[in-house]
């Protein structure tokens, strides 16, 4: 079992649309959490870390619930230029490696 | 900005070649790493760095080496290159403090290496 399992989609919606992807992990000692994004052909880059109190960046909500072991990303009002893999990461204890999931594709149309 | 560079966005190579992947950081971060990506496995680390002379194994490190001889440079080595390390590689930075504590990696552009 992947210790950070995604839905690869890919997630087909119209602009506008609200979106969530959600995402497990199996580790109970990760410590922290994060979404990346990765358009096509480019590098990862970081979108937002996840807090058990939830937050919010914009358009753009990451929610952690400890005791069922998901992680949630919710997008508002979708963008064309939101089109992207978004990646699910846990951070494993107190190093500064991060555990992937394989992402999960969103493609937002006109 | 934080601008980490990898030394081909290509490479071709033949089975069995000894094959060099350099990544360069210019912002004195402390943690490098080295990932291969395939589709539907993700990112995978293969070996990281907290240090100059210092390495650790990540995931999947059969098949592969490092060098960190200067804190700014982290290389990949494939000492016999075969069909199935065909793949995406990225290599990634951070600081040690706020990237431990913030998740931020710094990542190239990558290198899509084809073995033949």
């Known amino acids: 079992r992947k210790e950070v399992e995604q839905d690869p989609g890919p997630f087909n919606v119209p602009e506008g649309a609200t979106v969530a992807f959600n995402c497990t992990y199996s580790?109970?000692?990760?410590?922290?959490f994060f979404w990346y994004r990765q358009d096509c052909r480019k590098e990862p880059k970081l979108l937002m870390s996840?807090?058990?109190s939830g937050n919010e960046d914009g358009r753009f909500t990451a929610q952690l619930n400890r005791a069922s072991q998901y992680i949630s990303l919710l997008i508002r009002d979708s963008k064309l230029s939101d089109s992207a893999t978004y990646l699910c990461?846990?951070?494993?204890?107190?190093?500064?490696?991060?555990?992937f999931g394989q992402g999960t594709t969103l493609q937002v149309k006109p | 900005d934080v601008k980490v560079t990898q030394s081909s966005r290509y490479l071709v190579k033949r089975t069995g070649e000894k094959v060099f992947l350099e990544c360069v950081q210019d912002?004195?971060?402390?943690?490098m790493f080295w990932y291969r990506q395939d589709p539907g496995l993700g990112l995978r680390l293969i070996y990281f760095s907290y240090d100059v002379k210092m390495k650790e194994k990540g995931d999947i490190p059969e098949g592969y080496s490092v060098s960190r001889e200067k804190k700014e440079r982290f290389s990949l080595i494939l000492e016999s290159a075969s069909t199935n390390q065909t793949s995406m590689y990225l290599c990634?930075?951070?600081?040690?403090?706020?990237?431990?504590?913030?998740?931020?990696?710094?990542f190239g552009p990558g290198t899509r290496l084809t073995v033949l």
């Open positions: 580790n109970s000692a990760s410590q922290s």
């Open positions: 912002m004195d971060h402390e943690n």
């Open positions: 996840v807090y058990s």
């Open positions: 990461v846990a951070r494993s204890g107190n190093t500064g490696k991060l555990i």
């Open positions: 990634a930075s951070s600081d040690f403090w706020t990237g431990v504590a913030m998740g931020e990696q710094f």
